[in-house]
């Protein structure tokens, strides 16, 4: 049996994880709101139980791992709190910038196909 030293870690963590849970419950009501098809819409997202989503909707505990993946991977205002909390809001405006430059050539090829032919 290995003995235990009693190691004291910092409790700066705990509001960096409060930060996060904040973050990630905000941007889900922001998106979905906080009403019942809210829960379900995040359980089909995740595959997570009705009391998880619930916990990260009310702000009460935060996704890890594979659920966070899943819940960026489906909502806008979840990646953009990830990449904000990540320090990486820079690679947002990349990505916002990738998104206009695809719905200006949608628009232009709509804009060609309703203009008079030649």
């Given at each position: 049996?290995v003995?235990?030293?009693?190691?004291f870690v910092q409790?700066r963590n705990a509001?960096?994880r409060d930060?996060y849970?904040?973050?990630i419950?905000?941007?889900?009501?922001?998106e979905l709101?906080?009403?019942?098809?809210?829960i379900?819409?995040?359980?089909?997202w995740?595959?997570?139980?009705n009391?998880?989503a619930k916990?990260?909707?009310a702000?009460?505990r935060?996704?890890?791992?594979?659920?966070?993946?899943q819940?960026?991977?489906?909502?806008?205002?979840v990646?953009h709190?990830?990449?904000?909390?990540?320090?990486?809001?820079?690679?947002?405006?990349?990505?916002?910038?990738n998104?206009a430059?695809?719905?200006?050539?949608?628009?232009d090829?709509?804009?060609?196909?309703?203009?008079?032919?030649?």
């Amino acid at each position: 049996m290995v003995p235990i030293k009693g190691t004291f870690v910092q409790a700066r963590n705990a509001k960096v994880r409060d930060d996060y849970v904040i973050a990630i419950s905000d941007a889900l009501r922001h998106e979905l709101g906080s009403s019942a098809p809210a829960i379900k819409t995040i359980m089909r997202w995740t595959g997570a139980s009705n009391r998880a989503a619930k916990y990260w909707l009310a702000g009460e505990r935060g996704p890890g791992g594979w659920h966070l993946i899943q819940l960026a991977r489906n909502s806008d205002a979840v990646f953009h709190a990830f990449l904000m909390m990540a320090g990486r809001d820079a690679f947002e405006v990349s990505i916002e910038v990738n998104a206009a430059r695809a719905s200006l050539a949608r628009a232009d090829a709509i804009l060609e196909a309703l203009g008079p032919r030649h």
